[in-house]
């Protein structure tokens, strides 16, 4: 009896923690919901840096990310998500204040931007009357 409980209590473990590709092969839904943690100690952008990471990249998925800033506060929106502040882990890492979206901007030496890796909190209601389920979503850039 002792052995079914843990096979019973292992496999809900197991189910909950299960992560599925979708036939878009450029995206990877995480069916447990992880956090999206702020850094413990938020970098200071420069005007250099921040200017360099603003404008619009197409994402893998069809979906447009814009980063703009106004003054020193960098903002980013992902088409379809509202728009979030972000603060800077490091030069090229940013974490939205709200914990549901992070950005990671692969540079060349000379500061242009090759790809934005985009990690952010979608939210589904597919069923009527359900409650929604949040997820993260992963995408590249396109090139």
Same mark, same amino acid.
């Given at each position: 009896?002792?052995?079914?409980?843990?096979?019973?209590?292992?496999?809900?473990?197991?189910?909950?923690?299960?992560?599925?590709?979708?036939?878009?092969?450029?995206?990877?839904?995480?069916?447990?919901?992880?956090?999206?943690?702020?850094?413990?100690?938020?970098?200071?952008?420069?005007?250099?840096?921040?200017?360099?990471?603003?404008?619009?990249?197409?994402?893998?998925?069809?979906?447009?990310?814009?980063?703009?800033?106004?003054?020193?506060?960098?903002?980013?929106?992902?088409?379809? @998500?509202?728009? $979030?502040?972000?603060? *800077?882990?490091?030069?090229?890492?940013? &974490? /939205?204040?709200? #914990?549901?979206?992070?950005?990671?901007?692969?540079?060349?030496?000379?500061?242009?931007?090759?790809?934005?890796?985009?990690?952010?909190?979608?939210?589904? @209601?597919?069923? $009527?009357?359900?409650? *929604?389920?949040?997820?993260?979503?992963? &995408? /590249?850039?396109? #090139?």
């Amino acid at each position: 009896m002792k052995r079914i409980v843990l096979l019973s209590i292992l496999g809900a473990f197991t189910f909950g923690a299960t992560a599925q590709t979708s036939s878009d092969t450029s995206s990877v839904t995480i069916s447990a919901m992880q956090e999206i943690s702020l850094p413990v100690n938020i970098y200071k952008t420069n005007s250099e840096e921040r200017r360099e990471i603003r404008g619009q990249y197409e994402l893998e998925n069809g979906k447009v990310l814009t980063v703009s800033n106004v003054g020193r506060k960098i903002y980013a929106e992902i088409e379809g @998500q509202p728009q $979030a502040e972000l603060v *800077a882990a490091s030069p090229n890492i940013f &974490v /939205a204040t709200n #914990r549901k979206m992070k950005l990671k901007f692969e540079q060349y030496e000379n500061g242009s931007i090759v790809d934005v890796l985009a990690t952010y909190v979608v939210r589904d @209601q597919s069923v $009527a009357g359900a409650a *929604a389920v949040e997820h993260l979503v992963t &995408v /590249a850039s396109l #090139r």
